[in-house]
């Protein structure tokens, strides 16, 4: 919708996440949405990252970045968070950002927002579903509107969370997007930016 602005703040280790995020911000693009895509800061020691060469290559890859910033929510009409499954748990790196925006919160400067989450993670039960209802356990203290897919439309049968959108990366963790993501990501996007441009016009 024309006027409407997205936020698509995620973090990402060693891709998918990433990847994720950019088909939701085209997406968002294509439905009349002003988009910025912003990533999170890392926080894992050097050590860490060096250790696994997917995670290493993203990060050299995506350092230079733009980095979301509390501007970036507060600017929002619609925010989708995007985090890998840690333990069923957010990842801490997103879950710092969040913690970062205490004085936004406290100025009711996060309430009345549409938001919604996505997710990956190794296998089918990693722990997807928790993270997302983990992730909207905040957005009830931001005062915020959670804007979960349901099955708002016949396609999300086929990906089949209506908590958010997800991926299993498989044992590899690197199996790629496919047409049931995509289209599971392009619906939430256009979804979120309707029900945002909706809240924005009360």
Sequence with gaps: M????????????????????????????????????????????????????????????????????????????????????????????????????????GQGLLANKAYAGFTASMTAHGGQESTLLALYNTIYHFGGIVVAPGYTDPLKFADGNPYGVSHVTGGTNDAPLGDAQYAALDHLAQRIVSIGSRLKSE
Excluded: C
């Excluded at 050097?46 to 970036?72: L, Y």
């Design 2 to 105: 024309a006027g409407t602005r997205l936020a698509v703040i995620y973090y990402s280790s060693t891709g998918t996440i990433h990847k994720m995020a950019e088909r939701l911000a085209e997406a968002g693009e294509k439905a009349g949405a002003e988009v910025r895509l912003r990533q999170v800061p890392e926080l894992a020691p050097a050590e860490a990252i060096a250790s696994n060469a997917a995670w290493s290559q993203h990060f050299d890859k995506t350092k230079n970045e733009p980095k979301a910033t509390a501007d970036d929510v507060v600017w929002a009409d619609a925010v989708l968070f995007g985090s890998p499954t840690r333990y069923g748990n957010v990842a801490s790196q997103l879950k710092q950002f969040i913690d970062t925006l205490g004085p936004q919160w």
